[in-house]
């Protein structure tokens, strides 16, 4: 994401930047030690690090952390996973070929993690993952399926309203009910036109190209679109519906997205 100009910047406190600076990758330690941080990049992995320092302990897994894996406290260990080897997703993304991309340790679709055994992990970390999932909901219960008792579900979400899709319709809950019941085969060709004329603007020819292009090689756009209450929403419907038992840690509002920190309990 682009640095926002110098009239978004503001002060960050001694206290917050001795916490946090440890966490933080070189570019916003350098930021921070001038006592100015940007409202970009660097505001966003510190609101993240510091969560994770508190919430984030034993060992986990990261969902397609890319090229933005979280910053983890030191009594946290990591393992990465990914769909696609770093070559593939080299490929696939060219637009990130300035940055590094964390090496997959584990080869498997987050949507299912077919490899991750039952009630195996203290946490999971899936930032800006689930609007990428065809099936959210089935997302978020294979992710619980996962996660032990007690265990953490660090998940961050962009409000709509901040990025790119703007222009774009909320889903709707009953929306992803229904790709969670049938299936997201019906309603994937809609989220790929929407996606090249509603964010990529294109003309009609263009479009229709890009459309299959998009669907050819299987690209994860944004599928869905939430609000901050829209995302509330979601997770209050997978509780009642899917049995999905969580409790709320902590809720973030930050830059462009929102922060939850769940924490899975035994059902009632």
């Keep these: 994401m682009a640095n926002r100009s110098s009239e978004n910047k503001r002060r960050v406190p001694e206290r917050l930047y001795q916490k946090a600076k440890h966490l933080l990758p070189l570019g916003a330690r350098v930021l921070l030690a001038n006592g100015v941080m940007d409202l970009g990049n660097s505001l966003t992995q510190m609101n993240r690090a510091l969560l994770a320092s508190k919430y984030l302990s034993g060992a986990g897994i ?33 637009e990130l070929d300035a940055y590094d991309i964390v090496e997959p340790d584990i080869l498997d679709d987050g949507q299912h993690l077919v490899t991750i055994e039952d009630l195996s992990q203290d946490f999971v970390i899936a930032n800006h993952f689930l609007e990428h999932c065809p099936n959210p909901l089935g997302a ?31 889903t709707t ?31 009609d020819e263009e479009a229709e190209k890009n459309i299959q292009e998009l669907m050819g090689k299987e690209v994860w756009i944004h599928f869905h679109v939430w609000t901050q209450y829209e995302m509330f929403e979601l997770l209050e419907n997978a509780r009642k519906k899917l049995g999905l ?24």
């Design 173 to 203: 809950f009953a929306h992803v009910l229904r790709d969670y019941e049938e299936g997201p085969e019906w309603s994937a060709p809609g989220h790929y036109e929407e996606w090249v004329r509603v964010v990529s603007k294109l003309s």
């Design 245 to 268: 038992s969580f409790e709320i840690e902590c809720f973030l509002k930050a830059d462009l997205e929102g922060i939850f920190v769940l924490r899975k309990i035994k059902p009632f």
């Design 62 to 94: 990261e969902i397609g952390a890319l090229h933005v894996p979280l910053k983890v406290g030191r009594s946290a260990s990591v393992k990465y996973v990914d769909r696609l080897s770093k070559p593939e997703l080299r490929k696939l993304y060219p």
């Design 140 to 170: 978020l219960k294979n992710i619980y399926r996962v996660l032990r008792v007690g265990g953490i579900l660090f998940l961050a979400l962009p409000d709509k309203r901040f990025t790119f899709d703007v222009d774009r319709p909320v």
